[in-house]
């Protein structure tokens, strides 16, 4: 079999090490792309975008691109269909390989679930089409996914944090932090890769103090034993200690807390034995008196009671008090508002001081602000006071009561960084970074209370012991350099931003040429392949099917590569099913050249910086509503910045507000069809951008379907026959029901072709040309001429297919070129992307696909719907509701389509799918329907020039390869 091997540097396979070794050859091919070429320093987006509106997304994925290693360090033992067996086996071989390829024969293994926690080691099969891998666990241990990469960098325990004081601005690569004690520059050392974080834009109001004024356990038994009470909210667990040791197991203290956070209401209370941990008395309510029995049989004898009883926890102090239709309210933590900024306010306890009651944008406008200085109240327009911890403004209603409690955050009009419960988003998301006071120790600022969801991931490849050692960017000690540079631009001081680690991160792990079958996995919201505290690490060539809530799953990594790869089916049909998700904390990920089908969301951007989704073809999302258009692609969906969507063909792209705030996305050369292979009615929409999505730039896109996009813009959620829909509001939440004009403004067109208007719209008006406070103005661009690419300098290797050398670049507006495929107007490109060759010439796999004869006697058409009869069938039937089908030889029955409704009985099965007008009679005889179209993928055949290559040994990594500038 030929098979891609490269130079240690692995330069030969790496799409951006290609471009650089192949420039010249690619400029007599493609003389648009070469004329298009930046001046050598620059960036391929100089001249259209301004730096505070791009990144570096050329350093995404492994580090030189994917390497392919030669050494095989084991063998696994041909498959035995036994479960036990063949999972021992895997485990077996990964354990005793010291780096290099573990080769898994032809055949199917049956395992329950998989979990590589080693680095340097790589899973390879005989390929897609004769490796297979069939999971069957409903409780997969493995980071809730049946198959993991895994380091205990993932750990939700931290091994160490500090602050971070300064080297906050875009570029820099030497931070000063508050300590450099845990931190290595070995790589795959604990402390090698840290996390940037800081406090979200939302503030904590000022909490009403609460106390517990008694406590009394009872038990048997003349054990000396420990107690200690705990409060536990929605931000975690407070000890209310001190604990008292008394005989007998009965304790009666006394103690005060200031809760930093949440009102009694929203409070439970635990008793917990200190010396074991255990829990022996749970949901005591802390807003009263309550008690709560439960059986402890760590003390006295064997099934003993214990009786916890709180008493008294009380509310005192308000945060937030009214006098006439002035409201003050004082945050926890400073706010940094300004005189005339809008504010959100949810108090949490009493109604009245909300923001919703401000109906004209859900904000209220800062009249005054406190001055530490000279204790004072500041009303100029403008002015604010980094200390400041209170402000007013004028409200709707008077004579409101005092409240405590609640969080506000002040709209900066920029990138605004917001966890929702203020109303920024619909559903709030605290999962996604580190929770202070955190209950896992992670060693946040005393008294801190906060979401910190916005983070980069970077390694260390220095930690500076004094100026010039040992990397001549250190200046002192208390440094470290990291490899990549700072992205995002909003790092500042009030923010109280913070560096935090966990364990050691395995690097350079991947897995190639198999297929991961899932069918079996059940569970409840379970992953198929996770990629967990992985550095360097990659999928290749793998074909993943019917997973339960992801194909892959990358979670708190960095420079990792899903590329080259299909994936079909899911188990739910609902919206919580995707191809490839990016969840809790990434940065600089590379998702590229990858096939979805038959997947509501072919990738989901939960959280990633710097990161790069190119050249991906999504179809056919198989969703529980048939008629419904879903985007395929989501560019965020908690907390993702600074990422670029480039040569992507897919129905739409979708910017949500769902779970958090994004902002400075770039959506580069994509086809957006705002209609499916399936043909959709409803929420026909090529691109959707939410409220508080700020700073998009969109550029050269091809948008919309003649026909099915007949509007411009909307500012609605879920509109049909619209090619944008922009600035809608939340789905719930104060700002439910208001749109947000920012999107707008700082949103920068330029170079679109848009199916409403059918024209490229090369626009003035388009540029944001003021800026904001951490997104800067853009410049109109001096020319229409487009780079053929915003990370990539030529085609990658993996653009020669069989079916030809598709137009580089694919889409977008050229102007004077004639597209080969289906452009909808002279002067754009609107080719097939290799990806989409693939998927539209591999056959179906008829290992899986079976075609069933029909039959005309059951068949019929009424009122829109047509239904189908199977000529013969044992057993259930094997059409499923939402199945994409094919339907062949049946005259105007013939197609594509989503299957609505299955009915019959056995021997006389039907299935129904929409179908506008009557197609006549049904043909009498040969008729078939072919579910569930899988292909028979394989990436070696897809992409011939991405697998040849000369010789090498295992590679060790490419991790201290300098940024590409």
Same mark, same amino acid.
């Given at each position: 079999?030929?098979?891609?091997?490269?130079?240690?540097?692995?330069?030969?396979?790496?799409?951006?090490?290609?471009?650089?070794?192949?420039?010249?050859?690619?400029?007599?091919l493609?003389?648009?792309?070469?004329?298009?070429?930046?001046?050598?320093?620059?960036?391929?987006?100089?001249?259209?975008?301004?730096?505070?509106?791009?990144?570096?997304?050329?350093?995404?994925?492994?580090?030189?691109?994917?390497?392919?290693?030669?050494?095989?360090?084991?063998?696994?033992?041909?498959?035995?269909?036994?479960?036990?067996?063949?999972?021992a086996?895997?485990?077996?071989?990964?354990?005793?390989?010291?780096?290099?390829?573990?080769?898994?024969?032809?055949?199917?293994?049956?395992?329950?679930?998989?979990?590589?926690?080693?680095?340097?080691?790589?899973?390879?099969?005989?390929?897609?089409?004769?490796?297979?891998?069939?999971?069957?666990?409903?409780?997969?241990?493995?980071?809730?996914?049946?198959?993991?990469?895994?380091?205990?960098?993932?750990?939700?325990?931290?091994?160490?944090?500090?602050s971070?004081?300064?080297?906050?601005?875009?570029?820099?690569?030497?931070?000063?932090?508050?300590?450099?004690?845990?931190?290595?520059?070995?790589?795959?050392?604990?402390?090698?890769?840290?996390?940037?974080?800081?406090?979200?834009?939302?503030?904590?109001?000022?909490?009403?103090?609460?106390?517990?004024?008694?406590?009394?356990?009872?038990?048997?038994?003349?054990?000396?034993?420990?107690?200690?009470?705990?409060?536990?909210?929605?931000?975690?667990?407070?000890?209310?200690?001190?604990?008292?040791?008394?005989?007998?197991?009965?304790?009666?203290?006394?103690?005060?807390?200031?809760?930093?956070?949440?009102?009694?209401?929203?409070?439970?209370?635990?008793?917990?034995?200190?010396?074991? !941990?255990?829990?022996?008395?749970s949901? =005591?309510?802390? *807003?009263?008196? /309550? $008690?709560? @029995?439960?059986? &402890?049989? #760590?003390? %006295?004898?064997?099934?003993?009671?214990?009786?916890?009883?709180?008493?008294?926890?009380?509310?005192?102090?308000?945060?937030?008090?009214?006098?006439?239709?002035?409201?003050?309210?004082?945050?926890?933590?400073?706010?940094?508002?300004?005189?005339?900024?809008?504010?959100?306010?949810?108090?949490?306890?009493?109604?009245?001081?909300?923001?919703?009651?401000?109906?004209?944008?859900?904000?209220?406008?800062?009249?005054?602000?406190?001055?530490?200085?000279?204790?004072?109240?500041?009303t100029?327009s403008g002015?604010?006071?980094?200390a400041?911890?209170?402000?007013?403004?004028?409200?709707?209603?008077?004579?409101?009561?005092?409240?405590?409690?609640?969080?506000?955050? !002040?709209?900066?009009?920029?990138?605004? =960084?917001?966890? *929702?419960?203020? /109303? $920024?988003? @619909?559903?709030? &998301?605290? #999962?996604? %970074?580190?929770?202070?006071?955190?209950?896992?120790?992670?060693?946040?600022?005393?008294?801190?209370?906060?979401?910190?969801?916005?983070?980069?991931?970077?390694?260390v490849v220095?930690?500076?012991?004094?100026?010039?050692?040992?990397?001549?960017?250190?200046?002192?000690?208390?440094?470290?350099?990291?490899?990549?540079?700072?992205?995002?631009?909003?790092w500042?001081?009030?923010?109280?931003?913070?560096?935090?680690?966990?364990?050691?991160?395995?690097?350079?792990?991947?897995i190639?040429?198999?297929?991961?079958?899932?069918?079996?996995?059940?569970?409840?919201?379970?992953?198929?392949?996770?990629?967990?505290?992985?550095?360097?690490?990659?999928?290749?060539?793998?074909?993943g099917?019917?997973?339960?809530?992801?194909?892959?799953?990358?979670?708190?990594?960095?420079?990792?590569?899903?590329?080259?790869?299909?994936?079909?089916?899911?188990?739910?049909?609902?919206?919580?099913?995707?191809?490839?998700?990016?969840?809790?904390?990434?940065?600089?990920?590379?998702v590229?050249?990858?096939?979805?089908?038959?997947?509501?969301?072919?990738?989901?951007?939960?959280t990633?910086?710097?990161?790069?989704?190119?050249?991906?073809?999504?179809?056919?999302?198989?969703?529980?509503?048939?008629?419904?258009?879903?985007?395929?692609?989501?560019?965020?969906?908690?907390?993702?910045?600074?990422?670029?969507?480039?040569?992507?063909?897919?129905?739409?792209?979708?910017?949500?507000n769902?779970?958090?705030?994004?902002?400075?996305?770039?959506?580069?050369?994509?086809?957006?069809?705002?209609?499916?292979?399936?043909?959709?009615?409803?929420?026909?929409?090529?691109?959707?951008?939410?409220?508080?999505?700020?700073?998009?730039?969109?550029v050269?896109?091809?948008?919309?379907?003649?026909g099915?996009?007949?509007?411009?813009?909307?500012?609605?959620?879920?509109?049909?026959?619209?090619?944008y829909?922009?600035?809608?509001?939340?789905?719930?939440?104060?700002?439910?029901?208001?749109?947000?004009?920012?999107?707008?403004?700082?949103?920068?067109r330029?170079?679109?072709?848009?199916?409403?208007?059918?024209?490229?719209?090369?626009?003035?008006?388009?540029?944001?040309?003021?800026?904001?406070?951490?997104?800067?103005?853009?410049?109109?661009?001096?020319?229409?001429?487009?780079?053929?690419?915003?990370?990539?300098?030529?085609?990658?290797?993996?653009?020669?297919?069989?079916?030809?050398?598709?137009?580089?670049?694919?889409?977008?507006?050229?102007?004077?070129?004639?597209?080969?495929?289906?452009?909808?107007?002279?002067?754009?490109?609107?080719?097939?992307?290799?990806?989409?060759?693939?998927?539209?010439?591999?056959?179906?796999?008829?290992?899986?696909?079976?075609?069933?004869?029909?039959?005309?006697s059951?068949?019929?058409?009424?009122?829109?719907?047509?239904?189908?009869?199977l000529?013969?069938?044992?057993?259930?039937?094997?059409?499923?509701?939402?199945?994409?089908?094919?339907?062949?030889?049946?005259?105007?029955?013939?197609?594509?389509y989503?299957?609505?409704?299955?009915?019959?009985?056995?021997?006389?099965?039907?299935?129904?799918?929409?179908?506008?007008?009557?197609?006549?009679?049904?043909?009498?005889?040969?008729?078939?329907?072919?579910?569930?179209?899988?292909?028979?993928?394989?990436?070696?055949?897809?992409?011939?020039?991405?697998?040849?290559?000369?010789?090498?040994?295992?590679?060790?990594?490419?991790?201290?390869?300098?940024?590409?500038?």
């Amino acid at each position: 079999m030929k098979r891609r091997e490269t130079s240690d540097k692995r330069q030969e396979a790496s799409p951006r090490s290609f471009a650089r070794l192949s420039t010249l050859v690619s400029c007599l091919l493609v003389l648009v792309s070469c004329l298009s070429l930046p001046a050598f320093g620059q960036y391929p987006w100089s001249g259209i975008l301004t730096s505070s509106r791009a990144a570096n997304w050329s350093i995404a994925g492994v580090w030189g691109g994917v390497p392919y290693v030669t050494t095989v360090c084991a063998t696994v033992a041909a498959p035995t269909g036994v479960e036990a067996t063949d999972t021992a086996n895997i485990n077996s071989a990964v354990s005793s390989c010291t780096g290099g390829v573990v080769m898994l024969q032809a055949g199917t293994y049956q395992v329950g679930d998989l979990q590589v926690s080693k680095s340097n080691v790589v899973l390879r099969g005989n390929g897609p089409l004769s490796t297979f891998i069939d999971f069957n666990s409903s409780s997969p241990d493995c980071a809730t996914s049946a198959f993991c990469f895994m380091g205990s960098g993932n750990s939700e325990t931290y091994a160490g944090s500090t602050s971070w004081t300064a080297g906050f601005a875009p570029g820099s690569t030497l931070l000063t932090l508050g300590s450099t004690s845990g931190l290595s520059s070995t790589l795959g050392n604990s402390g090698s890769v840290v996390t940037l974080d800081q406090r979200d834009d939302d503030a904590p109001v000022v909490p009403a103090p609460a106390s517990i004024s008694s406590v009394t356990v009872n038990t048997t038994g003349s054990s000396t034993c420990t107690y200690e009470i705990q409060a536990v909210s929605p931000w975690g667990t407070l000890e209310v200690g001190p604990s008292d040791t008394v005989t007998n197991c009965a304790v009666t203290p006394n103690n005060t807390i200031a809760w930093n956070r949440f009102a009694a209401s929203s409070m439970t209370c635990n008793l917990y034995e200190t010396v074991s !941990g255990r829990e022996v008395a749970s949901g =005591v309510a802390c *807003g009263g008196s /309550g $008690t709560a @029995s439960v059986t &402890d049989t #760590g003390q %006295g004898s064997a099934g003993s009671p214990v009786a916890a009883t709180v008493v008294g926890l009380t509310e005192s102090v308000a945060s937030a008090t009214g006098s006439g239709t002035a409201a003050t309210v004082t945050t926890e933590v400073p706010d940094g508002l300004a005189v005339g900024q809008g504010v959100a306010v949810v108090t949490g306890t009493v109604a009245g001081y909300e923001s919703a009651d401000d109906t004209s944008r859900a904000l209220w406008t800062v009249s005054a602000v406190w001055n530490p200085n000279n204790s004072t109240w500041d009303t100029t327009s403008g002015d604010s006071y980094s200390a400041s911890t209170e402000f007013q403004y004028l409200e709707i209603n008077t004579g409101l009561a005092d409240s405590g409690g609640g969080e506000i955050v !002040g709209d900066n009009g920029s990138l605004l =960084v917001s966890y *929702g419960s203020t /109303g $920024t988003t @619909s559903e709030g &998301d605290s #999962g996604v %970074g580190r929770v202070c006071p955190d209950s896992a120790d992670a060693q946040c600022t005393t008294g801190e209370v906060s979401y910190r969801d916005a983070q980069e991931v970077h390694k260390v490849v220095a930690v500076c012991t004094g100026a010039g050692t040992p990397a001549s960017e250190c200046q002192s000690t208390n440094q470290i350099v990291i490899g990549s540079p700072v992205v995002l631009p909003n790092w500042r001081a009030s923010q109280n931003p913070g560096v935090w680690w966990g364990g050691a991160y395995v690097i350079n792990d991947g897995i190639e040429d198999m297929t991961l079958d899932f069918k079996n996995q059940g569970g409840d919201g379970n992953g198929g392949l996770v990629f967990a505290g992985c550095y360097d690490c990659w999928a290749k060539n793998i074909r993943g099917l019917y997973a339960e809530r992801n194909n892959v799953w990358v979670q708190r990594s960095a420079h990792v590569t899903i590329e080259d790869s299909y994936f079909f089916g899911d188990q739910s049909y609902a919206s919580e099913a995707y191809g490839i998700e990016l969840y809790n904390g990434n940065s600089t990920i590379l998702v590229q050249n990858d096939i979805c089908q038959h997947i509501p969301n072919c990738i989901m951007n939960g959280t990633s910086v710097d990161s790069v989704v190119a050249y991906n073809y999504a179809a056919d999302p198989g969703y529980d509503t048939p008629d419904w258009l879903m985007p395929l692609i989501n560019a965020n969906h908690d907390f993702a910045f600074y990422d670029l969507f480039e040569g992507n063909d897919s129905a739409g792209i979708n910017i949500d507000n769902v779970h958090g705030t994004a902002g400075v996305s770039t959506l580069f050369r994509n086809r957006m069809r705002g209609q499916d292979w399936v043909s959709k009615t409803n929420s026909l929409v090529a691109l959707s951008i939410g409220a508080f999505n700020r700073g998009i730039n969109v550029v050269g896109n091809v948008l919309g379907t003649p026909g099915a996009e007949t509007s411009d813009i909307a500012d609605s959620i879920e509109p049909s026959g619209y090619v944008y829909s922009l600035n809608a509001s939340t789905e719930g939440g104060e700002y439910a029901g208001t749109t947000d004009p920012d999107v707008t403004s700082s949103l920068l067109r330029w170079g679109n072709w848009d199916a409403s208007v059918g024209a490229v719209q090369f626009s003035s008006s388009m540029i944001p040309t003021t800026g904001s406070a951490y997104i800067g103005a853009n410049a109109v661009p001096a020319n229409e001429i487009l780079p053929a690419s915003f990370f990539l300098a030529a085609p990658p290797a993996w653009w020669e297919t069989p079916w030809g050398f598709p137009a580089w670049p694919p889409i977008g507006p050229d102007p004077g070129v004639v597209s080969s495929w289906d452009a909808p107007a002279s002067g754009i490109r609107d080719d097939a992307i290799p990806a989409q060759l693939c998927w539209r010439y591999t056959p179906l796999d008829t290992s899986f696909d079976t075609a069933y004869a029909v039959a005309a006697s059951g068949s019929a058409w009424s009122s829109g719907t047509a239904t189908v009869e199977l000529s013969s069938s044992a057993g259930s039937n094997p059409i499923a509701t939402y199945d994409t089908v094919s339907v062949q030889g049946f005259g105007g029955y013939d197609g594509v389509y989503e299957v609505t409704a299955v009915g019959g009985a056995s021997g006389a099965w039907t299935f129904s799918y929409a179908l506008a007008s009557n197609p006549g009679s049904p043909s009498a005889s040969g008729a078939t329907v072919t579910d569930p179209l899988i292909r028979a993928f394989n990436a070696e055949t897809c992409y011939p020039g991405d697998f040849s290559g000369a010789a090498s040994s295992f590679i060790e990594g490419n991790e201290d390869e300098a940024p590409i500038d």
